[in-house]
């Protein structure tokens, strides 16, 4: 119940292109989704992130959609660029009392190379 | 770069050894998390400190134990260490308390174990 099943493992996606990757969980208690972005060599950084009370959320070229009945929510990239070629976690937060207690679950990851 | 800094950022040890991983937070973050990525088993929650406190547990083993110390930075120990333990050791932090807090990674430790 604690998982988050992310899919594709891998992509590639012509310049220009959109980008999907996709992630489902079960836990009802997730209450923030984060979708975290990780070079070759780098720690994850926060790309954008949603709560369950909005269905979606863009930041410039990069869109969360979140489906709250059918527990999934996905990133979209638009006009991918090379500089994007990176592995993109989905992550869900389970805030286990309401102040500082709280667990990130991460999906396994999706390695994405967006080709000129 | 996120603020988070970890050190040291390579070490190599041997099997039955023991390591100390050090993690400083950003500034004003009260909240340190330790991550394990590992091929296998991809970026997994090990442990949560809260201003000197242990606040949450995730896959920690028994052999690993973790502190901050009251200048809030964090040290994971991990002992009678074993070739599985190598890996991708991550530390975030976060301010804690706010609905939309982020944490924020440092750049890790990799650890591998001969």
């Known amino acids: 119940q604690q998982q988050v099943k992310q899919s594709p493992q891998s992509l590639i996606v012509q310049k220009g292109g959109i980008s999907i990757i996709n992630c489902a969980y079960e836990?009802?208690?997730?209450?923030?989704f984060p979708w975290y972005q990780q070079f070759p060599g780098k720690g994850p950084a926060l790309l954008i992130a949603?709560?369950?009370?909005?269905s979606e959320k863009k930041e410039g070229r990069f869109t969360i959609s979140f489906n709250k009945s059918a527990k999934q929510f996905s990133l979209h990239i638009m006009d991918s660029q090379p500089g994007d070629s990176a592995t993109y976690f989905c992550?869900?937060?389970?805030?286990?009392?309401?102040?500082?207690?709280?667990?990130?679950?991460f999906g396994t990851g999706t390695r994405l190379t967006i080709i000129p | 770069d996120s603020g988070v800094t970890q050190t040291p950022k390579h070490l190599i040890t041997a099997t039955g050894q023991r390591v100390t991983l050090r993690c400083s937070p950003r500034?004003?973050?009260?909240?340190v998390y330790w991550y394990q990525q590992s091929l296998d088993q991809g970026l997994q929650f090990l442990i949560q400190?809260?201003?000197?406190?242990?606040?949450a547990k995730g896959n920690i083993l028994e052999r690993f134990s973790a502190q901050q110390f009251p200048d809030l930075h964090s040290e994971l120990n991990l002992s009678s260490l074993e070739l599985g333990d190598s890996a991708l050791y991550f530390c975030?932090?976060?301010?804690?308390?706010?609905?939309?807090?982020?944490?924020?990674f440092g750049p890790g430790t990799r650890l591998t174990v001969l």
């Open positions: 949603i709560r369950p009370d909005v």
């Open positions: 400190y809260y201003n000197g406190e242990e606040r």
């Open positions: 975030a932090s976060s301010v804690a308390g706010v609905v939309t807090d982020t944490q924020y």
């Open positions: 992550a869900a937060r389970t805030r286990l009392t309401n102040f500082g207690n709280e667990k990130l679950t």
């Open positions: 500034s004003g973050d009260l909240s």
């Open positions: 836990n009802t208690a997730f209450d923030y």
